[in-house]
């Protein structure tokens, strides 16, 4: 097997420090630190990714695999920054206001990161004000608001029209998601996108990007 | 455009008129009768309000339909009453229910009887124009005369006021309803009348009726329906929706489980041989939003950050003004809550286990829609409530049901393979929670589910032996394995990731609040305090060995196997030989608020007694319920 198949196995299998070591390699290989991010890491956790859209793996496995991605991405970094390889877009991320559920926000936020996109996670309890605030500052490309409760989706609509009343409306795509979120709802308070589950998501959240691109 | 609608469930027939553009489950809730299921509250996502559609016009199957009925069934014609709008005159048939088989027994208690409400005949001299007293300070001297001294009513409610400016002149014995310092409720008495009340256990899925002579504290009836709410949503946010988003949808909800009760109580005083206007007291234990609902006041606040509820504390109520009763004599006891989420059903069933009182520390799991769990002793109580989702209650899971006839609720090996037992012994139909539980157990030991969830491949499955990898198929959604290959009942992997998901909220529950007793509960001293006051800041939380008694409670946990629920990890295994099944202890608390005021008050001393902890803001609770979600080695 090629270095780069062994990080996509070991961060598949959530080994940490496996693929830690096995970048440090691919990097003392001369292997081009945007191959190692593209065709080792990501490679990886899109596998994970179609897999956890199959159900074959669960919320546990994504998450150590994204631990493990993370941890392999240190030794990468500062190369990535010197080879000037940019993000994919930029995306704001945060449970909506009055929605205190974090695991489902925090992985569509890790598929995204595997699919080479910046995101920017504003937590939960997240108010419309400062969605747009934070579009704002980081010249966000998508806003990804999550909830998991049907009383609380209504919140995203405040988040729509925020994004209205701040004049930004046009040029940003807002992608709503969590349990109780159908396309027909998603239409209904005039966002962009809903996903049926966190690797979709990611996946259309890049498509999003490399069109406005 | 009006159409009618004919609806077949067996040999019965029931119609109605319905608008053209209607949907099909708002036009089937206004028909009488049994409820439709529609646990996703007819957002169109759990497929539960599946009709058949025999003649007539129904708009075409949108998307969700697709996802949740194979093509197979859409030829057939099934359909979600839920999505389906009426086009035409059409009929349309459904499955019937089996009886509900919903546990309500609870803990017998040794108790004192001091009732809340008490019921007493008097007669009241018609006055004269030597005695122009009027007849409210009459009546209040006349009861002060038969009552101990702080009993004695200082006050006449209305209704009670409005039977009394006829009934004083006419020297008639009067029959008075006495609670909280107030007249509540009077009407004429008659000879040979029974004092009874009803204790109610108002849960989201069922409310238990239990019907107790108050002379005695003997139970004389019993029964038990589902809450008729429910075709608005199986959870407690589905109902806040309804009630919030649809117009009149709290009055809606409000009027149809005040008027259940209502029924239920009446029925119950029936087949214990007395009339309804026998009770004088009805005391409710529900979860918070139940409790709003019933009492008509808006549960929104409670469905968000920061979850605020309008009122907790014991409220005392003319059953009439509720809707709870249709005569004036009786009182009603809206028992107390401690939290949005911790309420007036789990407060009770702590009263009735009497958990502020004993020694160690003891779990109180209350395994309904919601996990309610309770941590402590006399030393003091942490209590939570987990996001458990109702998997457990057969809601989300794809062939799940209800604890009815025909639902599986026992599952397990033998040599020749697969056994499964019913409830009520007939032909399955489902699988209820502890089926579910069972099933995921036995498929973990024979290695048809591996640690991490995921059913084995075809491949791995034949290595298992022929008769096991027998039970592994797979439909167009992926694979699956059979209960009943003949009968079509099976657990999907996505049904597999739904009770990973349920039995994790549970398990980190009970993690995070053995983990906070000893910093939380450090205050108090104690035997069993441990660290004690001021001790090191919880590094290392009093595991689950520390545990002296596990209390599980609610019919579900009183049908669950111990050993099934060890294996999938719901519950710890050091606590698997303390397990004591409470049975319906909210009910239990509920009777016993109706026999003793000192149960009345131990309701409000353990709400007042323990400390709510929000789980969903700490991140060792979201830690914990990560970990949780894999299933325990194969020993």
């Known amino acids: 097997m090629s270095t780069l198949e062994d990080i996509s196995a070991f961060l598949q299998k959530g080994r940490a420090n496996e693929t830690k070591a096995a970048v440090q390699k691919a990097i003392e290989e001369g292997i081009a630190a945007k191959d190692i991010l593209e065709k080792g890491l990501m490679a990886g956790m899109s596998i994970i990714g179609d897999k956890f859209k199959r159900n074959e793996v669960y919320v546990p496995e994504v998450l150590i695999a994204a631990r493990a991605m993370n941890t392999g991405l240190e030794p990468l970094k500062p190369l990535l920054v010197s080879a000037g390889v940019k993000s994919k877009g930029t995306v704001i991320i945060g449970t909506v206001k009055g929605d205190l559920h974090d695991i489902g926000k925090n992985l569509v936020k890790m598929m995204m990161e595997g699919k080479g996109l910046k995101v920017i996670d504003l937590g939960v309890d997240v108010s419309s004000d400062r969605f747009v605030a934070a579009a704002k500052e980081h010249e966000a490309d998508i806003i990804a608001c999550s909830a998991l409760l049907t009383t609380t989706m209504t919140e995203m609509k405040n988040v729509v029209e925020g994004f209205k009343a701040a004049g930004m409306r046009d040029r940003i795509t807002i992608m709503v998601g969590g349990a109780p979120i159908t396309d027909s709802f998603c239409t209904s308070i005039g966002a962009d996108l809903s996903s049926p589950d966190a690797a979709s998501a990611a996946d259309a959240a890049v498509a999003v990007c490399a069109k406005s691109a | ?635």
């Open chain 2, 1 to 635: 455009m009006k159409h009618s609608l004919t609806l077949r469930e067996g040999r019965r027939t029931r119609e109605t008129v319905v608008d053209a553009g209607e949907s099909l489950l708002a036009a089937m809730r206004r028909l009488d009768g049994q409820e439709i299921e529609a646990p996703c509250g007819g957002r169109g996502l759990c497929g539960k309000c599946r009709v058949r559609l025999v003649e007539g016009a129904l708009s075409p199957p949108e998307a969700a339909e697709r996802v949740l009925l194979s093509s197979a069934e859409l030829a057939e014609g099934f359909r979600l009453a839920c999505l389906a709008r009426i086009a035409g005159d059409l009929c349309v048939e459904r499955a019937q229910y089996g009886e509900a088989a919903i546990v309500e027994s609870g803990r017998r208690l040794g108790l004192v009887i001091d009732p809340p409400v008490r019921s007493l005949v008097v007669r009241l001299a018609p006055g004269s124009l030597e005695d122009q007293g009027e007849d409210e300070s009459r009546l209040l001297a006349a009861l002060a005369a038969l009552l101990p001294a702080e009993l004695a009513p200082q006050w006449v409610e209305l209704p009670a006021l409005r039977v009394l400016a006829n009934a004083a002149r006419d020297g008639q014995a009067l029959r008075a309803t006495v609670a909280a310092g107030r007249v509540i409720g009077l009407r004429k008495a008659r000879e040979g009348e029974r004092d009874l009340a009803a204790g109610i256990d108002l849960g989201t899925t069922t409310i238990v009726c239990h019907l107790v002579e108050l002379a005695t504290g003997e139970v004389l009836a019993r029964s038990s329906q589902l809450n008729s709410q429910r075709s608005f949503g199986a959870d407690v946010i589905s109902r806040i929706s309804a009630a919030a988003e649809i117009p009149g949808g709290l009055e809606e909800l409000r009027g149809r489980v005040a008027s259940q009760i209502s029924t239920m109580v009446a029925l119950a005083a029936r087949a214990a041989g007395a009339q309804a206007d026998e009770v004088s007291c009805i005391a409710v234990a529900g979860n918070t939003t139940m409790m709003h609902l019933l009492a008509g006041v808006s549960p929104d606040a409670i469905s968000r950050s920061p979850f605020i509820p309008a009122f907790l504390k014991t409220r005392t109520e003319s059953a009439m003004a509720l809707g709870l009763a249709d005569h004036p004599l009786c009182a009603a006891i809206l028992l107390p809550g401690l939290s949005a989420y911790v309420g007036a059903d789990i407060a009770a069933g702590m009263a009735a286990i009497g958990l502020a009182e004993l020694s160690g520390r003891s779990l109180f799991i209350d395994l309904g829609t919601n996990g309610e769990i309770a941590f402590g002793g006399r030393d003091g109580i942490l209590a939570c409530a987990t996001a458990a989702g109702p998997a457990f209650e057969g809601a989300g899971i794809e062939k799940g049901s209800g604890g009815v006839g025909g639902a599986i609720e026992a599952v397990w090996m033998e040599e020749d393979g697969l056994r499964y037992g019913t409830i009520g012994g007939v032909p399955a139909s489902g699988i209820c929670g502890s089926g579910l539980i069972d099933a995921i157990a036995v498929f973990l030991d024979c290695g048809l589910v591996e640690d991490s969830g995921r059913i084995v491949d075809a491949g791995e499955a034949s290595a298992l032996g022929p008769k096991i990898a027998a039970l592994r198929g797979e439909n167009e959604r992926g694979p699956l394995l059979h209960l009943d290959r003949d009968r079509g009942i099976y657990l999907s992997q996505a049904d597999i990731r739904a009770a990973q998901l349920a039995k994790a909220a549970i398990a980190a529950g009970i993690t995070t609040l053995i983990a906070c007793a000893d910093t939380m509960l450090a205050s108090a001293s104690g035997p069993a305090a441990g660290a004690g006051l001021g001790g090191p800041a919880s590094g290392e939380a009093a595991g689950a060995a520390n545990v002296d008694r596990l209390f599980l409670a609610g019919g579900f946990g009183s049908l669950l196997d111990v050993r099934s629920a060890v294996r999938i990890g719901l519950l710890p295994p050091s606590l698997a030989d303390r397990v004591i099944v409470a049975g319906n202890s909210s009910g239990a608390g509920a009777v016993a608020a109706c026999l003793s005021r000192t149960m009345v008050a131990a309701c409000a001393r353990a709400c007042e007694f323990s400390t709510y902890v929000e789980l969903s803001s700490r991140a060792d609770f979201n830690g914990a319920y990560v970990d949780a979600m894999m299933f325990p080695e194969r020993q």
